[in-house]
């Protein structure tokens, strides 16, 4: 690195002063080694970065943290399932469920009682308060969906989804084991 390099010209400093940069101030855009060295992986990793934080902020509102939607998701399409479900389903390490869950319970849209069948089952049920959310993230998710694919056409968002199922069933062929979804 050179003295030049090493240095920042910045309002109010004494020019004999060098101040140094940090490291990542200098990085390139278009030619980082992540996305010299698998682009597509890359593209997939900024744009899912990009939705969770876009997300996030939206849920933010209705008091909710990303992920906990998608557990949502899941109850308003079968509620009443039991936890060990839910960590099926959302293919998820099942510590991460029970915390998901136990916050969801504490804000109220949601409870968890034991199975009256098998006492070792938790049975997970949405709440009137968990029920009424649905519209509000139904939205939003629409919203971002929406706003991912508007400049597409018609064609080429079908032709998008089309790619990303093929990558996905080709990764989950490429592995003994299911990949989360």
Known sequence: MTDADDTLDRPGRDETTPSRTLSCENWPSSTA????????????????????????????????APGQELLL???????????????????LDPSTVTKMLQRLERGGWLRREQSTEDGRVMVVTLTPAGRDLQNA??????????????????DEQTELLRLLRKVETGLRASRQ?????
Do not use: N
């Open 137 to 154: 993230v139904t939205s939003l998710w629409s919203e971002l969906e929406g706003e991912t694919v508007k400049s597409l056409s018609g």
């Open 33 to 64: 080694l992540a996305e010299r060295t698998g682009p597509t992986v890359h593209a997939v990793f900024r744009l899912s970065r990009m939705h969770r934080t876009i997300i996030g902020r939206l849920l933010r509102d209705l008091g909710l």
């Open 177 to 181: 084991e299911s990949v989360p979804v």
């Open 73 to 91: 998701l899941q109850l308003w399409d079968r509620d009443r399932c039991s936890q060990s479900d839910l960590v099926e389903r959302l293919g």
